[in-house]
């Protein structure tokens, strides 16, 4: 074979390497607005509005004869959404392992995914039930998707550029967030002018964060291509049996698992901020619903630079310390939040730009450091146990966040009690010897880890 001809076809993989790495991009772009407008800007003080319009006077609904605090129904549906995506998320990743398709399920779950949040414009009135039957489907759909969509990385970038997809795809995904909160913004701030009332133009919110995720997901489910694995054609197992056999690998790898139990608990911290901080200002500080907007724009914005910064520091300092970097930052900025005076929303904005200054970066690279921790061949089902450290497993940090406002009727505390799980996620990662771990992984171990 001559020399023009080989560097014609490296040239051709990496033409492809690239036209698939764009369209991976693109599902971070068509998800995360469901993150962004649903989940931490619109959903949470809506929905509590609407069980609060249900509630019996001493301010309780009762879902299956349970006597809830109107207050608490958003945080404990989401922790139930998680629970629910427990159920899922091994049967999704030991399938796409089993059968090599890993497309037809991810469109089966943005699909769904996309119709509940679209489903969510007929939540009105004293509809709460209806309000978190559609949570729980929207976010254990997201949840099993994010599966699927995170064992690609592998797949589509080779070790020396992952901390940058990854990171990229983060980026990707703010910037939809950011873009489709402008127009969330001037149709909210100007409900009056296109003649719908606040609460349709919420509901018209979030609606459209179902049709933005349904419509973008075309793109990668163009791009993105099945590959066949190890296991591939193998006879499927039932998917609990499968999580079993890979903790039982992994505890051949106990440094993998070892960064699993830390991300499990640093980020169970994190996406509780994500889904309770417009709780917190709406309810605890009395911010409105258009300076909770502009606050999760902020946030939107530098975490697109904040993920891209944080990139290029673990090119110099490595993934591991960069990531503890930013749980020292998550630290401080949650404990300044519990001293926030009610009614200044310029403080809000100030802890808003800390809070997005570090999450897609720490997001992103623990994505990417994971990444190396993977035996090749196994990415889906790693990545199913990783999404349920991800997603699958945040549901103590709502718990621990709706029971603490249920015993002491303030958000303060509620939001308080989540730097726990930044100090102790920053000690159990600190311990984990990454080099050694992508080494036992059997992957190359990169210069900077």
């Known amino acids: 074979m001559s020399t023009e001809t080989v560097r014609a076809q490296a040239t051709e993989e990496?033409?492809?390497?690239?036209?698939?790495?764009?369209?991976?991009?693109?599902?971070?772009?068509a998800c995360s607005v469901y993150s962004t407008s649903v989940l931490t800007v619109f959903l949470g003080p809506y929905l509590t509005s609407v069980a609060k319009h249900a509630a019996d006077a001493g301010g309780f609904v009762h879902p299956l004869g349970i006597p809830v605090r109107a207050g608490s129904f958003f945080a404990y549906a989401v922790?139930?959404?998680?629970?629910?995506?427990?159920?899922?998320?091994?049967?999704?990743?030991?399938?796409?392992?089993?059968?090599?398709?890993?497309?037809?399920?991810?469109?089966?779950?943005?699909?769904?995914?996309?119709t509940a949040t679209t489903g969510m414009f007929f939540l009105d009135g004293d509809r709460y039930l209806l309000g978190g039957l559609l949570l729980i489907v929207a976010n254990a759909s997201v949840a099993v998707s994010m599966v699927l969509y995170n064992s690609y990385l592998p797949q589509i970038a080779p070790p020396e550029e992952r901390d940058a997809v990854s990171s990229r795809g983060w980026a990707f995904g703010y910037a939809a967030g950011s873009l489709m909160l402008v127009v969330n913004l001037v149709l909210y701030s100007a409900h009056d002018s296109f003649g719908v009332s606040e609460s349709t133009a919420v509901r018209i919110?979030?609606?459209?964060?179902?049709?933005?995720?349904?419509?973008?997901?075309l793109v990668p489910l163009k791009r993105l291509r099945d590959r066949p694995t190890a296991s591939?054609?193998?006879?499927?197992?039932?998917?609990?049996?499968?999580?079993?056999a890979t903790v039982r690998d992994m505890r051949g790898k106990p440094l993998t698992l070892a960064f699993l139990f830390a991300y499990l608990v640093y980020n169970d911290g994190i996406q509780t901020v994500i889904s309770q901080a417009s709780v917190y200002g709406s309810e605890e500080l009395g911010l409105s619903q258009s300076t909770l907007i502009v606050a999760v724009l902020l946030v939107q914005v530098l975490a697109v630079g904040g993920a891209l910064g944080m990139g290029r520091l673990a090119r110099t300092y490595g993934a591991k310390r960069t990531i503890l970097g930013s749980l020292v930052a998550w630290t401080v900025t949650l404990g300044a939040g519990y001293f926030l005076p009610a009614g200044a929303p310029v403080w809000f904005f100030v802890l808003a730009a800390g809070i997005g200054l570090v999450l897609g970066g720490s997001q992103a690279l623990s994505r990417s450091l994971f990444s190396h921790l993977v035996p090749s061949g196994k990415e889906a089902e790693y990545f199913s146990a990783y999404e349920m450290s991800d997603r699958g497993m945040s549901w103590l940090g709502p718990l621990l966040f709706g029971l603490t406002y249920q015993l002491t009727g303030s958000y303060r505390d509620a939001i308080i009690s989540l730097v726990a799980f930044f100090v102790i996620g920053f000690v159990l990662l600190a311990r984990v010897p990454v080099r050694q771990a992508v080494h036992d992984a059997g992957n190359p171990v990169p210069d900077r880890i």
């Open 14 to 29: 990496v033409t492809e390497r690239r036209r698939e790495q764009h369209g991976w991009y693109f599902y971070d772009w």
């Open 232 to 244: 591939a054609g193998q006879a499927p197992g039932h998917g609990w049996r499968q999580l079993a």
């Open 205 to 217: 919110c979030l609606a459209s964060a179902g049709v933005w995720w349904g419509a973008f997901t």
């Open 79 to 114: 922790s139930a959404s998680v629970i629910v995506s427990i159920f899922v998320m091994p049967m999704a990743g030991a399938a796409a392992d089993r059968t090599g398709r890993k497309k037809p399920l991810l469109a089966l779950c943005a699909y769904l995914g996309a």
